[in-house]
């Protein structure tokens, strides 16, 4: 997660607490489960605005069950099936739900 959308995290965080939910893109569950843990837990690599920062959000992958239920199906069809296809929806949603289950405070109720 660069350091831009570390620190835009951030400023949501610190506005809405928890209340704030990620809900992440990425296309590989190392990746994914990384994002998710800087969100949550602070950024592992100590470089960015997150470094020791343990906001405690609530993370999601777009795959994740939870969310998919939340989307359009229309814009779901042409926005994001495509992806569903080449990709592992399981694992990715999987990776991210660890890191949410070890480090959010809140979680959205399915």
Request: glycine share 8%.
């Amino acid at each position: 997660m660069d350091l831009q959308n570390q620190q835009r995290v951030k400023d949501a965080g610190e506005k809405f607490g928890t209340d704030c939910v990620v809900i992440l893109g990425s296309s590989d569950a190392e990746g994914a489960e990384i994002y998710a843990e800087t969100v949550t837990a602070g950024d592992p690599t100590f470089a960015g605005p997150l470094a020791g920062v343990s906001l405690e959000l609530p993370v999601y992958h777009v795959f994740d069950p939870i969310i998919r239920a939340e989307c359009d199906p229309a814009a779901w069809e042409e926005q994001i099936s495509m992806m569903e296809m080449v990709l592992d929806p399981d694992a990715l949603a999987e990776a991210v739900k660890g890191m949410r289950e070890q480090y959010s405070k809140n979680v959205i109720e399915g």
